[in-house]
């Protein structure tokens, strides 16, 4: 390579630092911290490493030896990270019920004494001689866990190891998850069957007039989203516009439910996302040669079956891309429910921002990210196939 080759070659890296730089901060840096939490669990054993290398060779039989009671009591005395062992104590409390008060007492007690191995734990409390706080506790040892990629779908570890289901009313993510794929896709069908006709029709006219169908449709690309979703917040009220509208022409005598339940929710995504929906079906059909329906009308073939067996194969590419993006937008939604719907109508964005912010559960927000972002990636591989392979599906 000459000197002005290797040049060239080192302009071009630079100017690509910024965008690297980019990814990696506003990127894959959010994306391996939301990884690491789903699987990463080692709050007990930084804050107690003596009782987590002591614990480790008791078979969970009966009481562990005196080495462990020892090990936690010593860890206590020296926990002077409050902030560190309030996060030990949540932990341990999420298995077990009662392990904050537990811990509490044991803490100042192991404080107040002055050798660790004339304490004796059970007469500080006497839950210490229940064998189920000690298995949280040997359990919240390991470094990495499975636990809460098994708890984003209802599932855990019984005291055997095995992969058993959580019991019943112990936690609906299961159900929220397939409720965020129910709603996903009702939007996803809604938006085909409203973009597919319009996609045809902006395709179909020329000058002035597809230009005005195409501005309506990316209009709302240019409005805040949470504009659009307060607009239909007033839109399908009770005293809102379409109820007024309905009931003035008299076609309805009470309002209708239109919000705060699955129909809003519906109505408000569906106009949100029908963009995505329109402009892949769009890009496709103007490939289309505009005399093929005029030649399959010639050869006998009514416009139902022209349009069955000729233009809906070869729009079928911008469909499929469409559906794909519109499903992979809407599972992910979370100001439009939130405001629109009702408290059956939230999505699992909903849920993940409550163990986020609301219940300081990272490990259980990262596991339901992780499964939204597996999701979403196999999605879009199919996308970028079909967004490579344009005519795939139509040739």
Not at 51 to 70: K, M, Y
Not at 220 to 244: C, D, K, M, Y
Request: with cysteine.
């Amino acid at each position: 390579m000459s000197r002005a080759s290797a040049r060239e070659t080192l302009g071009a890296l630079l100017l690509i630092v910024p965008l690297l730089a980019f990814l990696a901060v506003f990127f894959l840096w959010p994306l391996w911290t939301m990884v690491t939490a789903a699987v990463v669990d080692d709050t007990v054993s930084r804050v107690l490493p003596r009782t987590a290398a002591a614990i480790v060779s008791w078979d969970g039989r009966d009481l562990p030896p005196p080495q462990v009671h020892e090990a936690l009591v010593a860890d206590l005395r020296q926990a002077n990270d409050q902030q560190a062992l309030g996060e030990t104590v949540r932990r341990l409390n999420s298995a077990v019920s009662g392990f904050r008060t537990l811990l509490s007492r044991t803490t100042s007690s192991a404080r107040d004494g002055a050798d660790p191995k004339t304490i004796d734990l059970a007469a500080v409390d006497p839950r210490w001689k229940d064998p189920r706080y000690w298995l949280a506790l040997k359990d919240a040892v390991p470094p990495y866990t499975d636990r809460n990629l098994l708890a984003a779908v209802d599932m855990k570890r019984d005291a055997d190891g095995a992969v058993v289901s959580e019991a019943p009313g112990a936690s609906a993510n299961r159900l929220i998850m397939f409720r965020t794929f129910l709603i996903a896709a009702i939007v996803t069908a809604a938006c085909a069957a409203i973009g597919l006709p319009y996609a045809m029709l902006a395709a179909a006219v020329t000058g002035w007039k597809r230009s005005a169908l195409l501005l309506a449709v990316l209009v709302p690309l240019w409005t805040s989203l949470l504009v659009r979703t307060t607009a239909w917040f007033v839109l399908l009220q009770n005293e809102g516009l379409i109820n007024g509208a309905l009931q003035a022409i008299g076609f309805i005598d009470s309002p209708l439910p239109l919000i705060f339940n699955r129909l809003g929710v519906v109505i408000a995504m569906t106009h949100v996302l029908l963009p995505f929906m329109v402009l892949p079906i769009y890009s496709v059909l103007l490939s289309v040669p505009r005399n093929l329906m005029q030649a399959a009308a010639s050869m006998g073939a009514s416009p139902l079956r022209a349009f069955w067996r000729v233009l809906l194969p070869l729009s079928l590419p911008g469909l499929l891309s469409g559906s794909l993006l519109v499903f992979m937008v809407a599972i992910g939604y979370y100001i439009t429910p939130a405001l629109v719907g009702g408290a059956n109508d939230q999505m699992i964005s909903s849920v993940i921002a409550f163990y986020a912010t609301g219940t300081a559960n990272w490990g259980l927000a990262g596991a339901l990210g992780v499964i939204l972002l597996l999701v979403t990636t196999i999605l879009y591989l199919i996308y970028g196939r079909l967004s490579k392979s344009p005519q795939l599906l139509g040739a």
